[in-house]
């Protein structure tokens, strides 16, 4: 039977394709071989070094940590100098010990070597150098200044008679004073616990990370056994990773042409099916293949990554992307923690957030913290002059600052035993709050606290706080009104003076701010001012004694600057041209910041009334300067001395002054601001004022003694300007 043509075309073309598939299979699967060979060693080699990294940088955390404690711990210097120590002062370093072991990543164990007195006290107590356990360790390397850093594993126990020696690796740190060598402190972390933490970070237990030290075969078999190894910059160690796949590809590899038989076997069992499978199932096949395409792209979207060009390609690049990931979180957790923490305490302060005890209780849980409490005290420190701070202090000098700040008042707190939190509200206000129990440890008062944090700050730190205290809180629901009352009380700073202590008994006795009494007397120093007259002086200083007695805070020092500021740019608006133009550029903007300047009610006075000195001086040699200004004044006092006289006019001054009735009548109301008749009128107005208040004469009487013949016409006058007829003006305002 002859086959058709498309049987024939397979046939003819079987031996071909089987020897070219075949060759191209076996010299493609020995390429894929290495090549997965070589991806599997630089895939585990890019792990390997992620891993050592982190190591590295927790074994510098670790050496950075214990470094600035030896620095900057007093109770440790102190260990080290030559002086005696007795029961107490070792037990608190034991404690700081405790505690600098409990900040690091790994579990450790802790000692301070002291040479002058041959002694050690570790996180678990004292021992004399012969009785401790490493102290051949101590003694093989004390002294060697080479030696500082961290030493390859080794055994360690505290007791020469222990028999279950721990596996540590130790970071030895020499302490000196000037020159002169005091001792060593030496931190040994478990290897345990760090061969842990490495092997933590695989995603099975089919490659484990393992630390070569001196019994570990030589460098060469290590490499011939296991070629991932990475060697540490930091600690020159050697990491090794002990997979189980490797070896599988040298398997692979020695049976290679034993399957030579069963790939040609396979191979034409492929070509049977593939002839038949390709012509039914073509499409099928299509279908999947694009579905796995449309797959490895949407999940390289996903990632943010680009599509590999191969599997292996896709795998590295997703592991970089994942480990990169993975080391951002762990940093952010930290730093998020933090700030949770500072947002939740800023929240309760501020009234933004209300919890009841128990879900303030929880939340504290939440953050490893545990703090019961019977009252809650608040207490709110202020920087003085704030101002000269940033300016005298750089950002990075100004929050290192502020840190001293906060950390004294925690330190304080440890010391007498009570939890203590804070919040900075604002940038120069931090809010700090105590937890007060009912045991015998915490009974002191708010304002004991308050006390010894401000003494501290003054002895140690160049700058004061004045701190404001507020009314104990039974219950955290009521926290923000504490806060509240705190900060009250700290902004009465202004009249009660900067660098003190200010709670409710303080500011009891001092009186609510009157803003309507003084924006009259302004008003009337404003006009004083205007008019030439001295009385503004003494009429501003009047005001800013009485605002020393009430509460007068530096929010209120700007609404009195302003006020002020707004009837002066009245009266200057009267004033000669050179005279506004010098107020606008000199004085307007100066007189507008007074309040940013001034701490204290007493600085403002006298910074304000320095202002209004130069103004006048200003003022008054502008006026010298004006020859008009000499006329009008002169005329202003003839009206003073003649305005009982009923022929008073404008032609009887002008013929006292030798003008002409219109000159004067222009001049005078440039210079004086108000016209001739009007200041006439308020002149004879405020003299018959006076009298109808303060004598029994007749209304006739008064308004002879005021410039008029008439009685109507006073009458009418008086009525006019005051509203009211001059009878019942005096029988109002007697009254009253």
Known sequence: MRMNWYYRTILSYAPIFFVIISSMIFVIFLALNNASERKYLETNKAILDRIVFHADANLMLIERNVVSKLLMDSEIQDYFANTSQDALDDFLLQKKLIDLSLTLPFANTIYI????EQRIISDLGSYSLRSFGDADFLAANYGRKEAAGWFNPRSFAYSPHEEEAQQVVSLVKFVYTGDDMRGALVVNVYQRSFMEYLNSFGESDY??????DAASPSPDQVTAMNPIQVQSDYTGWTYVSEGVHDQGYNWLSLFSNAWMVIWIILILLALIGFTIITHIHYKPIQSITEKVSQFSNRKSEELGI??????????????DHLLKRSLDYENLHKEDSLLRQQRLFHDLLAGHLVLTDEEFQQRLTEFNLSAPYDRLGVMVAELDRYAEFTDRYKVKDQNLLKFIVESAFRDLGQSHHVFVWHAWMEPHRIAFVVHHTADSHSTQATITYAEEFKKWIHQHLELTLTIGIGADSTSIETLADSYRNAVENVELKTVLGIHSI?????????????????????????????????EWRAKLTQVLGELSKMQFRKRDMAEFAQAFLKRMDQVVLAMSPPIQSRWKSEYQERFANLAETAETLAEFQEQFMSLMNQFEACVEEDRQARRHHSLAMQAKHYIDAHFADPGLSLVQVSDYLNLQPSALSVIFKEEIGEKFVDYVLKVRMQQAKQLLLETEDSIQSVAINSGYQNVNSFYRAFKKFQDIPPGEYRNMHRAT
């Open 113 to 116: 070597y002291n040479e002058a």
């Open 306 to 319: 680009k599509g590999a060009n191969n599997e292996f390609t896709f795998i590295e690049m997703a592991l």
């Open 502 to 534: 200010i709670d409710n008994r303080r500011s009891a006795g001092i009186l609510n701010l009157d803003r309507y009494a003084y924006l009259q007397a302004l008003d009337y120093a404003a006009q004083s001012f205007r008019m030439n007259d001295s």
């Open 207 to 212: 490659n484990r990370v393992r630390l070569i």
